[in-house]
């Protein structure tokens, strides 16, 4: 996508200085449009990073310095400051880390291996749903995509009573399982219409080579699958990571993941002390932006093949 | 007959594991839980009896039921609205060689990344419902700029409430939608705007025979995908209000039917929710499998 901007970059330009009008005019209203341009897309910059400020500042304000009036205000002191010996800015830190730390910890726990164990299983399923078919194989792809797309609601009460019955911890190996098995659909539909791509005549040579399928897929395939898999990775990393649905029907606060310790923090907030809430949104939020900002491109990568196809 | 095994075991053998999982946890659960919607479990102790539609009927002249669709309903079109425009207004303004355009692009889609649990901690401080000189949030800002007159109770509002809890989900998924738009305009050929003005069209007109067709397919997929977010939401309003009448939808019903033991009121709101967002679902289904026939 990044190439794509670059060449779009000039490329749009020339467009402007191609449009009708005499040359004057063409000039002022260029010179016009651009600023109105920037305007809007600062002002709209603005707008969402507004709660980010929000989370930001009351985050390192004092408990005594939350109050209705200066809820906008930038802190009026150091974070390390307290006000006659009461709790500091810093001391929202403390709370939201003690309160998450071992959550935290669980949800790496739970997010890397269902990104890699469902990216595996995807791997696997978009080789021979696209490279590979067999009769069928649209209507096999269609039925595991609809997975993808049921509201998750439709097979909670059935999930919490078989955990129940097979007696399943609630903590996160239960989530585990469930979110390997939910993430199937999209990771097959990503490497599938990544291996789209792969040319055919590879698999065909390997074939005509005597190699079966299983060896085109160990030997062609997988070497060829690393942006398929960094693709698949970062979504079920941070659908795993944001989850709360399963979370709060499938396991506790004392076992879940992050997003259930959060939300036990942030209900308990009042206005006075949101300063915690708001520092645990963002110790909360740090692993899924991390991703976000180093691996941006494949992010959106993902998010493209969750939806259109190209 | 050995070269049938030779070519269809192993595509078998790497799918079953897959096919075996979605079977019982898509399929079989859906089924499980439309037959436990057809009984009489509404505790714990409950044998389980087979009633019939008895729930659903129940469900549908319920009056609370209703109030939860009609919120859906409402959350449903301002998301919907809210998430099309902006993601159409940024694509649009980015699509015409715009400096940095990277760093506007990763500012609007960032929300995105964050958990609905997270960014709710803010958006229940923004959308604080106290007015006057209590106001905090978006009220006091509002004051601050002399807009007083559009303070309001956001969330706690009886009818517009519903819009106001789609603030914080326009916020976070309208960068998505102008991701797909982005990537829609990109795909539209520079010959086809050259040849539309070539042949003297108005701005208005190449947009209107032009780009706006070649930009339909994506529209109806961003149409499709925001609308089944819709229907499922739930951690957003968990995080903003907390399970409470006002803001109830389904999915919040049902948690609240779940924790009280009812199973098969749970289970009836659930599979209604399947068939609305069923009637999305499938046709979109069918027509992407469609397609795929027809290409390869």
Same mark, same amino acid.
């Given at each position: 996508?990044?190439?794509?901007?670059?060449?779009?970059?000039?490329?749009?330009?020339?467009?402007?200085?191609?449009?009708?009008?005499?040359?004057?005019?063409?000039?002022?209203?260029?010179?016009?449009?651009?600023?109105?341009?920037?305007?809007?897309?600062?002002?709209?910059?603005?707008?969402?990073?507004?709660?980010?400020?929000?989370?930001?500042?009351?985050?390192?304000?004092?408990?005594?310095?939350?109050?209705?009036? $200066?809820?906008?205000?930038?802190?009026?002191?150091?974070?390390? &400051?307290?006000?006659?010996?009461?709790? $500091?800015?810093? @001391?929202?830190?403390?709370?939201?880390?003690?309160?998450?730390?071992?959550?935290?910890?669980?949800?790496? /726990?739970?997010?890397?291996?269902?990104?890699?164990?469902?990216?595996?299983?995807?791997?696997?399923?978009?080789?021979?749903?696209?490279?590979?078919?067999?009769?069928?194989?649209?209507?096999?792809?269609?039925?595991?995509?609809?997975?993808?797309?049921?509201?998750?609601?439709?097979?909670?009460?059935?999930?919490?009573?078989?955990?129940?019955?097979?007696?399943?911890?609630?903590?996160?190996?239960?989530?585990?399982?469930?979110?390997?098995?939910?993430?199937?659909?999209?990771?097959?539909?990503?490497?599938?219409?990544?291996?789209?791509?792969?040319?055919?005549?590879?698999?065909?040579?390997?074939?005509?080579?005597?190699?079966?399928?299983?060896?085109?897929?160990?030997?062609?395939?997988?070497?060829?699958?690393?942006?398929?898999? +960094?693709?698949?990775?970062?979504?079920?990393?941070?659908?795993?990571?944001?989850?709360?649905?399963?979370?709060?029907?499938?396991? @506790? +606060?004392?076992?879940?993941?992050?997003?259930?310790?959060?939300?036990?923090?942030?209900?308990?907030?009042?206005?006075?002390?949101?300063?915690?809430?708001?520092?645990?949104?963002?110790?909360?939020?740090?692993?899924? #932006?991390?991703?976000?900002?180093?691996?941006?491109?494949?992010?959106?990568?993902? /998010?493209?093949?969750?939806? +259109?196809?190209? | 007959?050995?070269?049938?095994?030779?070519?269809?075991?192993?595509? +078998?053998?790497?799918? $079953?594991?897959?096919?075996?999982?979605?079977?019982?946890?898509?399929?079989?659960?859906?089924?499980?839980?439309?037959? $436990?919607?057809?009984?009489?479990?509404?505790?714990?102790?409950?044998?389980?009896?087979?009633?019939?539609? &008895?729930?659903?009927?129940?469900?549908?002249?319920?009056?609370?039921?209703?109030?939860?669709?009609?919120?859906?309903?409402?959350?449903?079109?301002?998301?919907?609205?809210?998430?099309?425009?902006?993601?159409?207004?940024?694509?649009?303004?980015?699509?015409?060689?715009?400096?940095?355009?990277?760093?506007?692009?990763?500012?609007?889609?960032?929300?995105?990344?964050?958990?609905?649990?997270?960014?709710?901690?803010?958006?229940?401080?923004?959308?604080?419902?106290?007015?006057?000189?209590?106001?905090?949030?978006?009220?006091?800002?509002?004051?601050?700029?002399?807009? @007083?007159?559009?303070?309001?109770?956001?969330?706690?509002?009886?009818?517009?409430?519903?819009?106001?809890?789609?603030?914080?989900?326009?916020?976070? #998924?309208?960068?998505?939608?102008?991701?797909?738009?982005?990537?829609?305009?990109?795909?539209?050929?520079?010959? #086809?705007?050259?040849?539309?003005?070539?042949?003297?069209?108005?701005?208005?007109?190449?947009?209107?025979?032009?780009?706006?067709?070649?930009?339909?397919?994506?529209?109806?997929?961003?149409?499709?995908?925001?609308?089944?977010?819709?229907?499922?939401?739930?951690?957003?309003?968990?995080?903003?209000?907390?399970?409470?009448?006002?803001?109830?939808?389904?999915?919040?019903?049902?948690?609240?039917?779940?924790?009280?033991?009812?199973?098969?009121?749970?289970?009836?709101?659930?599979?209604?929710?399947?068939?609305?967002?069923?009637?999305?679902?499938?046709?979109?289904?069918?027509?992407?499998?469609? &397609?795929?026939?027809?290409?390869?």
């Amino acid at each position: 996508m990044s190439q794509a901007t670059q060449s779009d970059l000039s490329n749009g330009i020339a467009h402007k200085t191609r449009a009708g009008g005499t040359p004057q005019a063409k000039g002022t209203t260029f010179v016009l449009g651009r600023t109105a341009k920037y305007a809007l897309l600062l002002f709209f910059v603005i707008i969402v990073l507004m709660p980010v400020y929000v989370l930001l500042v009351t985050s390192f304000k004092p408990p005594a310095d939350v109050n209705p009036e $200066t809820s906008w205000g930038f802190p009026v002191r150091w974070p390390w &400051e307290s006000i006659n010996g009461g709790p $500091t800015g810093f @001391d929202n830190w403390v709370t939201a880390w003690d309160a998450l730390a071992p959550a935290l910890g669980r949800t790496f /726990l739970l997010a890397i291996p269902a990104a890699l164990i469902a990216a595996m299983l995807g791997s696997m399923n978009g080789f021979v749903l696209s490279r590979w078919r067999f009769p069928h194989a649209s209507l096999v792809f269609t039925l595991i995509l609809f997975g993808m797309f049921i509201p998750y609601q439709a097979v909670l009460t059935p999930l919490v009573q078989m955990k129940t019955e097979l007696g399943l911890p609630s903590n996160i190996s239960t989530l585990l399982i469930v979110h390997v098995i939910y993430g199937l659909p999209i990771c097959t539909l990503i490497f599938r219409n990544y291996y789209e791509g792969v040319p055919i005549e590879l698999l065909e040579a390997s074939r005509m080579d005597g190699a079966g399928m299983l060896r085109s897929y160990a030997s062609i395939i997988l070497p060829l699958s690393m942006p398929g898999f +960094v693709v698949t990775i970062i979504w079920q990393f941070t659908s795993a990571w944001n989850d709360y649905l399963f979370a709060l029907f499938l396991t @506790d +606060v004392q076992g879940g993941p992050v997003s259930l310790a959060l939300n036990n923090l942030a209900q308990g907030a009042q206005l006075a002390n949101y300063g915690a809430a708001m520092a645990g949104a963002l110790i909360a939020s740090f692993p899924t #932006l991390l991703v976000y900002i180093i691996l941006g491109k494949y992010f959106i990568g993902g /998010l493209m093949s969750g939806s +259109v196809k190209s | 007959m050995r070269k049938g095994i030779r070519n269809w075991g192993p595509p +078998v053998l790497l799918l $079953t594991p897959s096919l075996i999982l979605v079977a019982i946890f898509v399929y079989g659960l859906i089924i499980a839980n439309i037959q $436990t919607s057809m009984t009489d479990r509404h505790s714990l102790a409950s044998e389980g009896a087979f009633v019939g539609f &008895e729930n659903y009927i129940t469900l549908l002249t319920e009056s609370r039921f209703l109030h939860s669709l009609l919120n859906l309903a409402v959350f449903t079109v301002v998301f919907i609205v809210g998430t099309m425009v902006f993601g159409f207004i940024w694509a649009w303004l980015l699509d015409k060689g715009v400096k940095a355009e990277g760093i506007f692009r990763s500012v609007y889609l960032f929300p995105m990344a964050v958990s609905f649990v997270a960014s709710g901690v803010v958006w229940r401080w923004l959308l604080n419902s106290a007015e006057g000189d209590r106001a905090s949030g978006l009220n006091r800002m509002l004051q601050t700029f002399g807009l @007083d007159f559009l303070q309001n109770s956001w969330w706690n509002e009886p009818i517009w409430g519903m819009a106001a809890i789609a603030m914080p989900a326009i916020w976070q #998924l309208s960068g998505y939608i102008m991701a797909l738009f982005l990537a829609g305009f990109r795909g539209i050929p520079d010959e #086809l705007r050259e040849a539309a003005r070539m042949d003297g069209a108005s701005e208005w007109k190449l947009y209107r025979h032009v780009i706006f067709p070649q930009l339909s397919p994506i529209a109806l997929s961003a149409l499709i995908i925001v609308s089944h977010m819709s229907l499922k939401v739930f951690d957003l309003i968990m995080a903003v209000t907390k399970a409470i009448y006002q803001t109830e939808v389904p999915a919040t019903y049902m948690w609240i039917a779940l924790t009280e033991n009812d199973y098969a009121k749970a289970s009836a709101i659930a599979t209604v929710l399947l068939i609305l967002a069923s009637l999305f679902i499938i046709p979109y289904l069918i027509h992407t499998m469609r &397609e795929e026939k027809r290409s390869s």
